[in-house]
């Protein structure tokens, strides 16, 4: 059983940046490959960043790709989204999850495969 705890979001002018920390309970966090998602106010849940359980890999979104860094510390069970060059469309509840991907490179876009959120984290960048 794994727990996910998200911090860090808040409030950021446009061109700002943020750190959002994702802080795993369970000894066993490290095998797990982790992704960042966010719903903004209306839409659809959507993909933002992945890492897996090694840390080698990672992917983003297009709409993130340049300005956001997903990493993790696998001593410290916690996975970190560095967010740089914020705009107001960032706007969003950023969920963090875990799971174990049979396929991390075809299926970190696809919620279904982690099995444990947290209850996610407000970001809110103004223009």
């Known amino acids: 059983q794994v727990q996910v705890v998200e911090s860090g979001g808040g409030l950021v002018q446009a061109g700002g940046s943020l750190r959002l920390s994702c802080a795993a309970s369970g000894r066993t966090f490290s095998s797990y490959d982790v992704g960042w998602f966010r719903q903004a106010p209306g839409k659809e849940r959507e993909f933002a960043a992945a890492?897996?359980?090694?840390?080698?890999?990672?992917y983003y979104a297009d709409s993130v790709k340049g300005r956001f860094t997903i990493s993790r510390d696998n001593a410290k069970n916690t996975v970190y989204l560095q967010m740089n060059s914020l705009k107001p469309e960032d706007t969003a509840v950023y969920y963090c999850a875990a799971g174990k991907l049979s396929n991390f490179e075809l299926r970190h876009r696809t919620e279904w495969d982690y099995d444990y959120w947290g209850q996610g984290t407000q970001v809110t960048v103004s223009s």
């Open positions: 890492i897996n359980w090694s840390g080698i890999s990672t």
